[in-house]
Each structure stands twice: as structure tokens, then as C-alpha cells.
């Protein structure tokens, strides 16, 4: 009887240990299993992208100081859940694992590259960007002197939220660094000068005016010519428009010259000022006997003004008018250094006559000489 007890025993003591190692056994695969699918998947990263810039002026002239803003953006719409399921073959309970990942960048430098633009400010820690969410970064920048189209390089550093890098941003932003405002004569009269102010940029300019130089009068060899108003304001002009601003003329002292008037305009792109190049205008002449080269000069300074060039006072012959009354007008050019150059020449002429004289006389008084030798 205690043989049969002491062999029902063992076997219940060997089922026992085969149940519990296979329990064992079954568990230890499901966690290898559930290691393995950890394994698989890496951590996502935040991303960041160039979502928008903007310039402001829109666009800017050579040596003008602008606000370069960028815009960007996290390309996430919202965080990520990673789920994993531990399935087991024994009769404990399925295992759900949830990992969540908040997505967040952080900005941890930004700036531009510094080549031909000069560059004020940069960032460094600029803040957390969330998912879906954007930020605003402005850069105080300053165009060259020389017309272009210049690409600025703008680069971004971004990690995680655990301080391991992600991916970066290398981003080139094209910047047009162009335009001036033009004032071609329109129409001129004796008694008034019309000008048209020409931008030629690809912005908008404000607060035009445009100034008569000097602020009153214009002096030349001609006279006085006296501008009323002394500056006319145009305002506002979008890019490729025009505008007209209209002088009064009035010449106080009339000369023996071209009179002219000389012009110029000021004007704002942003907060930037700036000045035109100044014009020659040539204000007709009253009399009914123009000098000669006076249609040349106005012709010349229609051409200059069509291709934008100043036009620079021209000195011409001036004529001189006969002062007795009631006789046709005699015209008598003043041509500079004439009498000197007369004068000079006549000497030459006197002293070569003198000279052609003395050889002469010294060839008969050697013939005379010899004639008196012979009658000795």
C-alpha cells in the first residue's frame, strides 16, 4: 500500500513540473516575440520645413535696409501612438504595450548665411515647435550697391525633445535688389514745365516729391530762372506707373545764354530714402530770333532724358546781338580765346614779312658791292 502511495505520488509530481515548464517555456518565446517587434520600428523624428518668407519692401534697391521674415512649419499633423500586442499561448492574459511620441521640434539655431547681404541678427534656441504649428523668424538684412538677383542661404538646426538631432534645413530664398525713379521732360513751354516721374522699380515708392534745384532759383549764364512751386508732392507710385508734376517758370534776368532749370526727386522705398539723378531742363527762349544751337540743345536733352542720363549744362557759341536800333540783326559769333589766337597770328605774319624783307636787302647790298669792284 505505501508503494502504490509513494508511485501515485511521483507521477503527480512529474505532471506538475511538465506543466509548469511548458507555462515557462511558452512565455519566454511571447517575450523574445514582443522584444523583436521593439526592435523593428526606430523612434519617428520631428520634421521642420521652409513653409513661407517674405520680404518687406518687396523688393529692394542697392544699399536699402529690409525685413526678411521665414516662416516655418512642422510637417506632423499630430503626435504618434506606437502600439504593440504581447499575445500569450498560456491562460494568462493578452499584454497591450502604447508608446506616445509628442512630435515636438526644437529650434536650436537659425540664421542666414552672410555673403553679399549684411546680416543683423541670428537665432539660437528659438523655442519648441508642436505638431502642425509654425513660427515666425525675422532677419534684419542689407542689399548691396549693385543691381541683382543675390539667393541667400538660410540654415536651421532642429532636435527632438530629447536632444538628439534631427533633420536640419538648408534653404536658398532668391532676393532682387533693383528699381529707380526717372523724371523725363514731358512738355515745356516758356511758362511752365512739365515733368513725368517714371518708376521704374518692381516696388511701390512713396512719399515722392519732386524739387526744383536749388530750392528757388536756377542761375546760369542765360539768367535767372525762378520755379514756382519750389517742390511739388506726387505721393504714392506703384511699380511701371508714371506721374506728372508741373512748374510755373519765371525768368527774373534775362542773360545772353540758354537759360535752364535744374530738377531732381526724392522719394522713400520702405523706410529708405533716396534721391534721382538730377535734369537739365532747357526753358525755351522769348525772342523771336533763337540762338544757333539752341534747337541742338533741346535735342540733346530730349535723347539723354529717354535713356535716363542726367543732362549736364552744354557751353555753345552764344550770339551777340548789333544794339542800334531799327537795323537788322547782325550776328556776331563770341568764340572763346578768338582775339588772342588773331592776335598771335598776325605777329607771325609781320615777323616772317620783316624777315623775307631783310634777306632781300642783304642780297641787293651784296650785288651792289660787287658791281663797285668791278667799275674799280
Keep these: 500500500m505505501n508503494e502504490l502511495k509513494a508511485v501515485f505520488f511521483c507521477l503527480i509530481t512529474s ?23 521593439c526592435e523593428i520600428a526606430p523612434s519617428p523624428k520631428p520634421s521642420v520645413m521652409v513653409y513661407d518668407y517674405k520680404l518687406s519692401p518687396e523688393t529692394l534697391m542697392p544699399g536699402d535696409v529690409g525685413v526678411l521674415t521665414i516662416t516655418l512649419k512642422n510637417t506632423h499633423d499630430k ?3 506606437k502600439k504593440i500586442d504581447m ?17 515636438d521640434a526644437y529650434i536650436k539655431e537659425a540664421h542666414i548665411v552672410e555673403r553679399e547681404f549684411k546680416v543683423y541678427n541670428s537665432y539660437s534656441s528659438a523655442g519648441v515647435l508642436g505638431p502642425d504649428s509654425k513660427v515666425d523668424l525675422a532677419f534684419k538684412i542689407k542689399a548691396p550697391l549693385e543691381e541683382g538677383i543675390y539667393m541667400l542661404k538660410f540654415v536651421a538646426d532642429i532636435e527632438d525633445t530629447h536632444g538628439e538631432s534631427s533633420k536640419g534645413i538648408r534653404y536658398f530664398i532668391p532676393v532682387v535688389v533693383a528699381g529707380t ?12 514745365v512739365r515733368l513725368e516721374v517714371v518708376n521704374e522699380g518692381l516696388s511701390d515708392v512713396n512719399n515722392i516729391y ?5 530750392a528757388v532759383t536756377t ?6 530762372v525762378e520755379c514756382q512751386p519750389e517742390k511739388v508732392y506726387i505721393g504714392k507710385i506703384k511699380h511701371g506707373e508714371s506721374a506728372i508734376a508741373a512748374f510755373k517758370v519765371n525768368k527774373t534776368k534775362i542773360g545772353k545764354g540758354v537759360p535752364q532749370a535744374v530738377f531732381k526727386a526724392v522719394y522713400k522705398n520702405g523706410i529708405n530714402k533716396h534721391e534721382s539723378n538730377q535734369i537739365y531742363v532747357t526753358i525755351p527762349c522769348p525772342c523771336p530770333c533763337p540762338s544757333p544751337g539752341y534747337d541742338e540743345v533741346i535735342r540733346e536733352q530730349r535723347e539723354q532724358a529717354e535713356f535716363g542720363a542726367p543732362t ?30 588773331f592776335a598771335g597770328l598776325s605777329v607771325v605774319v609781320v615777323a616772317v614779312v620783316i624777315s623775307v624783307a ?3 636787302y642783304e642780297k641787293e647790298k651784296k650785288e651792289k658791292k660787287r658791281e663797285v669792284k668791278k667799275d674799280d
Design 15 to 37: 505532471v506538475v513540473l511538465f506543466y509548469s515548464t511548458n507555462l515557462c517555456f511558452a512565455d519566454n518565446v511571447d517575450v523574445d516575440n514582443l522584444l523583436d517587434r
Design 79 to 81: 503626435p504618434i501612438k
Design 87 to 103: 499575445t500569450t499561448t498560456t491562460h494568462y492574459p493578452d499584454v497591450d504595450t502604447e508608446t506616445y511620441y509628442t512630435m
Design 181 to 192: 525713379v526717372n523724371l523725363l521732360p514731358q512738355e515745356v513751354t516758356e511758362d511752365e
Design 210 to 214: 519732386v524739387i526744383a534745384v536749388p
Design 219 to 224: 542761375v546760369t549764364t542765360a539768367g535767372m
Design 312 to 341: 549736364a549744362p552744354t557751353v555753345t557759341p552764344v550770339p551777340a546781338y548789333s544794339s542800334s536800333p531799327g537795323s537788322a540783326s547782325a550776328l556776331k559769333f563770341r568764340l572763346p580765346g578768338f582775339g588772342a589766337g
Design 358 to 360: 631783310f634777306v632781300f
